[in-house]
């Protein structure tokens, strides 16, 4: 009995002794990084950046494999179900962890306790353009035509359940118009459209909108983050816009499989939040219309469990299911 007790009571030290080992040893072989979108993409773009930086700092190659479909829940699932030694890791969109609970009937895993978020990487806003052609040079001016004519103005967005639709809803709900949802296959297809005049507007990436409001081919009203992005300062926020708390953005962030030791989240995280904080790193996040966060482990997790059920509340409101 002795033995057994003094063996328990010493349990702890091997436990913490073998997550020195882990994280010390840790990586010795190249490490997947498996994201649920296109190759170009800005889930792509990300992660391979964070990447080649991984790779360099470690000497472990990080490979990047692109597992589409089921709005990225079959790339999740893999991860999720991947032995939890930190060799498969996930560049995640915040839409997978906190709207596809809400938006898919069944989710293969669950995005809070089968994943432990790593950082919270970089944040891409979009931004509210409308067609010149739209007779509004403000938000306000654009709610007032929304209320004087319900259901003629249309926006678009690259798919059911993506940042641009829910951010298209949540604008409806805040203010309380009748605009109607056209769902595309893809952004491309969207600004063709946008600027052909056949849809009224679009909150788009800001990479691929931007260049076009800059050169007066469309007509910028928002940023939908919470601060003004660098690049467009004179551009109100929807929250200065007088939508208090607007904030629908496109986030990525790294996750790891439930169960994968301390040492290692630690490690990856502490390497990641610096190379997030690299001169170059920021300057090309910046390009791509990206802005770096970088937060810990524990604030990544409490941004997941509070979306959750915000983007579930306005989903439930407003009828969406994947597949629609």
């Known amino acids: 009995m002795h033995v057994i007790a003094a063996l328990l009571a010493a349990l702890p030290s091997f436990l913490t002794a073998g997550d020195a080992i882990a994280q010390s040893s840790y990586p010795n ?5 498996l994201v649920g979108f296109a190759p170009a993409g800005p889930a792509d773009l990300i992660a391979r950046v964070i990447g080649d930086k991984l790779t360099e700092a470690w000497g472990q190659s990080v490979v990047i494999e692109n597992v589409t479909g089921a709005g990225a829940n079959i790339a999740g699932d893999r991860v999720a179900k991947a032995a939890p030694d930190g060799y498969t890791l996930l560049l995640a969109s915040l839409a997978q962890l906190t709207i596809n609970p809400s938006l898919y009937d ?35 001016e654009l709610v007032a035509l929304a ?4 259901g003629l103005l249309t926006f678009g967005s690259a ?17 309380g118009v009748n605009i109607r949802h056209v769902p595309y296959r893809g952004a491309t297809p969207v600004i063709a459209d946008l600027l052909g005049g056949r849809i009224s507007m679009f909150f788009g990436n800001v990479t691929s909108v931007l260049p076009l409001v800059q050169e007066g081919k469309l007509r910028g009203l928002a940023v939908t983050s919470l601060k003004r992005l660098a690049a467009t300062p004179d551009l109100p926020t929807l929250d200065e816009s007088g939508f208090a708390g607007f904030d629908a953005t496109a986030s990525f962030g790294l996750v790891a499989p439930a169960g994968t030791p301390p040492a290692i989240i630690d490690k990856l995280h502490r390497e990641t939040v610096r190379i997030l904080a690299l001169p170059d790193v920021r300057k090309r996040f910046a390009e791509l219309g990206s802005e770096v966060i970088g937060n810990s482990p524990g604030e990544f997790a409490a941004v997941i469990k509070a979306e959750i059920p915000q983007w579930a509340k306005l989903i439930k409101e407003a009828g969406i299911r994947a597949g629609d």
């Open 106 to 140: 069944k989710m293969p895993f669950d995005t809070v306790k089968d994943v432990i978020p790593v950082t919270q990487a970089v944040f891409t806003p979009n931004i509210l353009a409308v067609n010149n052609d739209v007779p509004a040079k403000s938000v306000a």
């Open 159 to 175: 798919g059911v359940g993506t940042s641009q639709h829910l951010a298209g809803e949540l604008f409806k709900s805040m203010a």
């Open 29 to 33: 072989k190249p490490i997947r990084m």
């Open 147 to 150: 209320r004087s004519q319900p």
